[in-house]
């Protein structure tokens, strides 16, 4: 089972600090590269650039909650939510399996 976590590729967990402006004011996320890549994933099957999708989830959350808690948080779950809607089989690791056999064998 760790075999499928521990053998992703390092980039994918590191993080990166981004900065744009929302509502008028600046600020930076920091998501891991695995995010970042989902988020932009999702602009562009939006027709929009990264900034604009984030501004838009942003004054949609605003707009239904009256405050945006924790946008960092927000982007990742969004990305789980997304990941989980378009989700590909994944081979499945175990231990014990029989090794693979040479034809000449």
Request: charged share 25%.
């Amino acid at each position: 089972m760790c075999h499928l976590f521990a053998h992703q590729p390092q980039r994918d967990y590191e993080s990166q600090t981004r900065s744009l402006r929302i509502g008028g004011h600046c600020t930076s996320i920091r998501l891991e590269m695995s995010f970042w890549d989902t988020l932009e994933e999702i602009a562009a099957k939006e027709g929009m650039s990264l900034a604009k999708f984030l501004t838009t989830l942003h004054d949609e959350v605003l707009d239904h909650h009256g405050e945006v808690n924790n946008f960092a948080s927000l982007l990742r779950c969004s990305c789980l939510i997304y990941r989980s809607r378009n989700a590909v089989a994944v081979p499945e690791f175990h231990r014990n399996e029989a090794p693979i056999l040479d034809a000449a064998e």
